[in-house]
C-alpha cells in the first residue's frame, strides 16, 4: 500500500480527517479468506468493530479477533468484550489472544498472513501524536505493509 510520498501524505491526512470508515486496499490482487479484526481495547478498535458489524460484511464469512499484548490477562479480558458485542449480532469469532514482546504491527501482519486473511479491521491511529512520532504507528506500518484491504476507522 505504500506508494509515493506525496500520495502516502494525503492518504495520512485522509484517514486522521475523516469522520467515515474506509477501506484501503493494496496494489496487489485482493485476496479471498477469512476477516481479521485487529482489536486494542480502545475507543478507535471499538468504534471499527461496531462500524464493520453495521455493514454487514460481518456476517459473510469466517472472522477471527487477534488482540496483541505483554500480558495474556488483559488480552482475553478485551477480546472478551468484542466477542460478546459480535455475539450479540449473531457473529461467531475465533479468538486468539497473542502475548508478544514484538511490536503489535508485526504480530497483526503474521496472523494475517497466517490465516490467510481477506480483510484487516482495526481501529486506526489510536496513540497520541507525540507517541506515535516517536515510535511509530501501528497503523501506518499496517497501511504500508498489509497484502489485504484494510477496513479502518478512528
Known amino acids: 500500500m505504500a506508494g509515493d510520498n506525496e500520495g502516502d501524505l494525503t492518504l495520512k491526512k485522509v484517514l486522521k480527517d475523516t469522520p467515515r470508515a474506509m477501506v484501503v486496499v493494496p496494489k496487489t490482487g485482493l485476496p479471498d479468506g477469512p476477516v481479521v479484526i485487529a482489536y486494542d481495547g480502545s475507543l478507535q478498535a471499538a468504534r471499527a468493530l461496531s462500524v464493520f458489524v453495521a455493514t454487514g460484511l460481518g456476517e459473510t464469512g469466517k472472522i477471527h479477533v487477534v488482540s496483541v499484548r505483554s500480558s495474556t490477562f488483559a488480552t482475553a479480558e478485551r ?76
Open 79 to 154: 477480546t472478551e468484550r468484542a466477542c460478546k458485542f459480535l455475539s450479540h449480532h449473531k457473529i461467531e469469532a475465533v479468538v486468539h489472544n497473542l502475548s508478544s514482546s514484538a511490536p503489535p504491527e508485526d504480530v497483526i501482519l503474521e496472523q494475517v498472513g497466517r490465516l490467510n486473511a481477506g480483510l484487516l479491521v482495526m481501529g486506526a491511529y489510536g496513540r497520541p501524536v507525540l507517541r506515535e512520532f516517536f515510535v511509530g504507528s501501528v497503523t501506518r506500518k499496517v497501511l504500508e505493509e498489509s497484502p489485504v484491504p484494510l477496513f479502518l476507522y478512528h
